[in-house]
């Protein structure tokens, strides 16, 4: 993501040689969704998008975020993620900057995950509007080898898959029940708002 977006100078690992229109048009995607009440799930670059469109800066290299890692929910019960999976799973990450947990200046959203200092995972602050599931881990991921080079490494990500196959199917049916529940919901507001012939 181009540093310039959250107002920092590029360092010699992230110069930025991208078209920054696609950025653009991602970040008026979001913006739009927000205030049109459109559910929203962010994974990776699109997690760190909608971050900096609310205030947050980013680390510019991290490295060493590759592979598999295992996540726990800092506040579980008040979020719909945290509501729905394990308290702790695993899952695979792949990025090269991160959302620092401090400065996490947003009105608007809040952190549900924290890993060593980043920002994992976030959600609106409150749930009553449209959903909006945020992940710096990628929960479509169904199988860790591609990130594995060692033999060791193989056989414990084959071992893993099991695990995160079914932390994917939750998380993507419990995001399918939500903005359904919501498209729902906003369906009967609208019929009960149109005057009767």
Not at 12 to 31: C, K, V
Request: glycine content about 6%; charged content about 15%.
């Amino acid at each position: 993501m181009p540093p310039r977006l959250y107002g920092a100078e590029a360092t010699e690992a992230t110069q930025w040689s991208g078209d920054y229109r696609r950025s653009i048009l991602e970040i008026a995607l979001i913006d739009a969704a927000f205030n049109k009440g459109i559910p929203l799930m962010a994974v990776c670059r699109g997690f760190q998008m909608v971050n900096v469109l609310f205030g947050a800066q980013l680390n510019q290299h991290v490295p060493w975020q590759l592979g598999a890692q295992r996540f726990q929910f800092n506040t579980p019960a008040k979020h719909l993620l945290g509501s729905k999976l394990p308290n702790s799973f695993r899952s695979a990450v792949s990025h090269h900057q991160a959302v620092k947990q401090e400065p996490f200046a947003t009105d608007h959203i809040e952190p549900t995950i924290i890993y060593n200092g980043m920002v994992k995972g976030a959600e609106l602050k409150y749930p009553v509007a449209a959903p909006m599931v945020l992940t710096q881990f990628h929960p479509e991921y169904l199988n860790t080898q591609s990130t594995e080079k060692t033999y060791a490494g193989k056989l414990k990500a084959n071992a893993l898959n099991l695990v995160i196959s079914t932390s994917n199917d939750e998380f993507f049916k419990l995001f399918g029940t939500a903005s359904l529940t919501h498209f729902r919901r906003n369906k009967v507001n609208i019929e009960l708002l149109t005057p009767l012939r």
